[in-house]
Structures are given as C-alpha cells and as structure tokens.
C-alpha cells in the first residue's frame, strides 16, 4: 500500500488562463499570473493498493459516481502511466471551501492530489515538476504548488509549461481579496467548456488574446512598484475583458447573474468614494474583491451594504504546497 496525503490552496487568477493551445497536455494560449489564497484549499490522500479493482474518489466523505470520478482517473492514468505503477488507487478529497457556494476549486484539488500523488509514488518531483503534472490535471492547478504571486509560463510543451513564483517582495501580504458568494441556481458551464466555446466561436476571442499579454507586463511592473491602483485596474479589466469574449461565443453565454452585476456595480461606487478595491469573476457568478489588507474591514462594512454578512468572506495570501 503506497500513501500519500497534501494540502493545496485555492489561487485566483489577476491575468487570467482562457483558452488552450493543447486541450491534451493542457497548454494555455496566453501566460496568466494568480495570487494564492489561503482561507479555501483542500486537503487530499490517496492510497494505491493491491487489493483495489477500480479507482475510488471520496469528496467530503461523498462517494462519487464514475462521472465525478473520470477527472481524477484520467489524471491517475497519467501518474501510474509516470511511475509504471499498475495499482488502482483511493482519493479522499476535502474541500475547506464554503460549500453553498459552488466555489469548486479545481485548482486546489487537482493540485492536492498531484502533490500526494508525488508522495504516495515517491516520484521525487521538483516544485516545477510537481506544477507540470498538476496542470495535466487541471490548467490553473499548476499555480496553487507556488505561493502568493504566480506566474504560469504558457510554455508550447509539456516540458515548458509550469508555473513559478513571480518575485514581489513580500508585498502579496498586505493586500486581501474579499469574495462576495452570489447564491445563484444556474448551473455554470465549466470553464473547460466554457474557454473551449469561447476560443472556437467567438469573434472577440483574438483581441482578448492581443491585450492579455500586455496586461501581464502591466501587472507586474505594478507588483514590482508595489502600485495597487495600477495592479487592482489591470486585473479588473483583465476580467472584463475575459467575460466579454463569451457575450460573443456562438450560442453566446454569461457567468454573469443580476446580482453579479449588483457586486461589480458596488465595488464601483466604493472605489469612486475614495476606497481603492478591484473586481474580479471566473467562471462563475461570484465577484472576487482586490483590495488592501489595511481597507479590507471597511470595504467589507461598505458591502453589508448591499450584500448579507455570510456573504462575504475575507482571505489573504496563501502558502503553496503542503506535505502531510
Ligand atoms: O483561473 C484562471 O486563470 C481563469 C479561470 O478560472 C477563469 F474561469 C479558468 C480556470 O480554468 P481551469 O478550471 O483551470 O480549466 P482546465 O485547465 O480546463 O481545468
């Protein structure tokens, strides 16, 4: 029996990964650049043993049905495929995320499980290594090995493609981000699917990618500066930017709901009120506030505003990779 268990944190990306070059080995068309996060991650063991005749996954102590299982099955081919293991294995996967809030983080789960994968097999992978095969797994997982701010290499193999800490003197920890959880019944498209729509069918997916690059460099020439404004505009219209391209996929879609827009529009009058605070949305309905830690308790008291308390939760910058 070979046993390995980690703990992986829940990054979010400033300059975000939305489109494949390689949907196979999972290499991204532009860089992007992410801030890990420590108040969500998700602690995963998994166990190869004899006696197993399948691959068995555990979420939150909820056995999973074969389609919740072929993410994490696919991805152990690729380890037993690395160790020239042939054992089946058993995931026990917990995810220390608000769960009424559909903030499933395939970035801090694949990222746990590429991690006690590494334990488990004794493969001895290197940080970048380790971000190598978590990004098989899930793309932005190969930023949640690294702490606070992480930059993925787009790289054009598998070999080039991985992610590593941007260099900012200690600065990530004196900003805070704050997540305002909007309880909405829609049933997402994946980003999966939703940047694969995107990069086939929409008319506006080349000028994204035209300015994303820039967008990188702004974003750090800003954090090098240690210039909020700069890096909180950047990452804010960075985001526009991403959710436009869906309003022009065919058919076109939105992860954005009402009450989205209720946030995005919020976090506006704040900031015109003197308190300096960016937005940011994946691929969900939740907003994702950037502010300083030194604001961050007034932002929030400005947001009860508009929003319920248990609403809103607070984080800052997060530690990579756990061993346990
Ligand atoms: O995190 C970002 O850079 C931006 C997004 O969150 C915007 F929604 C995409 C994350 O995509 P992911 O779940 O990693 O996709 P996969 O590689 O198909 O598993």
Known sequence: MLKGSARAHTNIALIKYWGKANEDLIIPMNNSLS?????????????????LTTDIFYLDDTLQDEKGTKK?????????????????????????????AGLASSSSGLAALAAACNQA????????????????????????????FVEWQKGNSDETSFAEVVPSS??????????????DQEKDISSRDGMRKTVETSAFYDGWLQTTTQDLASAKIAIHAQDFEKLGTVTENNALKMHGTTLAAVPPFT???PDSLKAM???????????????????????????????????KEKLTHYFADEQLITAFSGPGITYL
Not at 35 to 48: G, I, K, N, Q, S
Not at 170 to 183: D, H, R
Request: proline share 4%; net charge positive; with cysteine.
């Open 35 to 51: 801030l890990t996060l420590d108040a969500f991650y998700t602690e995963t063991t998994v166990t190869f043993s004899e006696e």
């Open 255 to 257: 992860y954005w709901s």
């Open 121 to 148: 097999l004794q493969l001895d992978l290197s940080d970048r290594d380790l971000s190598r095969l978590a990004r098989r797994g899930s793309g932005s997982a190969c930023r949640s090995i690294f702490p606070g």
């Open 170 to 183: 200690g600065w990530e920890n004196e900003l805070a981000m704050l997540f305002i959880l909007i309880n």
């Open 265 to 299: 529009n919020a976090v506006r009058k704040i900031r015109a009120a003197g308190l300096p605070c960016y937005f940011t949305m994946d691929a969900g309905p939740n907003v994702k506030v950037l502010c300083q830690r030194k604001d961050v308790a007034q932002l």
């Open 72 to 100: 994490i099955s696919r991805f152990l081919d690729l380890v037993r495929k690395k160790a020239a293991c042939p054992l089946f294995a058993e995931v026990n996967s917990y995810n220390h995320v608000p769960t009424a």
